[in-house]
């Protein structure tokens, strides 16, 4: 049984309750932040603490602890559940006044803060990139601030459905004939030596991963272009992969049924992926 963490307090996971009038579960008002642990270790924790901030900002949602103790709280669930590889989920929701209403509570309100950890033995070493994933293209729906890491999740995980139901593993959003991301990823695709991916704006996630990613990739003297590419480019491209947390660099090896690197992780994905998980053990907390 894991100890988890709500507004305050350390519980078994079975004693953690919310209310059922907060405004997480009645209006998806909340935000979220998942960060990997290796070697028992908090990786990236900086940059996902600092995206936190960001999201509460623009939702006018304040934070109900500091990032200290935002480490503190990570470093003892790490810890008091022996996680040496997986990660840490964080949720905070503008919490609850005792009823529903479409009319944000008073700010006074005190927000619901709840984490959790999620043990995955086998995180860094995952056969899944070995193997690399297979995406389909699907049309992309969701609202418009995707640069605010909400908990409305409902058409990424319809997208993962539809993936499985076509005997993929993930699909790739697409917007004015444009990838935006993936369901729960950062996308790429690496033609010649150069890696191009989207650049920030309000269309995507501004995730912690490719910030890392993107860092390494200059550092090791590739060429990185940030600009919008198609559902048609992306199949004609020598290599193709996603980012996130919790999958670090993950190789794609098929789009909508097309063959990529001869359907096996292409070169500078996987060289990535090592870099990435090098360094970022490294620099772990
Ligand atoms: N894009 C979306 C829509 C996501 O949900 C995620 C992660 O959950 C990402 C991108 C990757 O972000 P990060 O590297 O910070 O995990």
Redesign the pocket.
Known sequence: MRTVYVNGNYLPENEASVSIFDRGFLMADGVY??TSVLDGKLI?FD??AV?LERSLHELDMRAPVSKEDLLAIHRELVKVNGIVEGLVYLQITRGSDGDRDFIFPSPDTVPTIVLFTQNKPGLADNPAARKGAKIISIEDIRWGR?DI?TVQ?LY?SMGKMMAKKAGADDAWLVEDGFVT??????AYIVKGNKIITRGLSND????????AVLRLAREAQMEVEERNFTIEEAKAADEAFT????AFVMPVVEIDGVSLSGGTPGRIATRLREIYLDESRKAAV
Not at 204 to 211: D, F, M, P, S, Y
């Open positions: 932040e998942v990236d940059g996902h995206r995707r890491k999740l990424p991301e993936g369901t729960s990823n950062n995507i996630l501004h995730g912690i991963t490719r910030a980012t996130s947390a919790s």
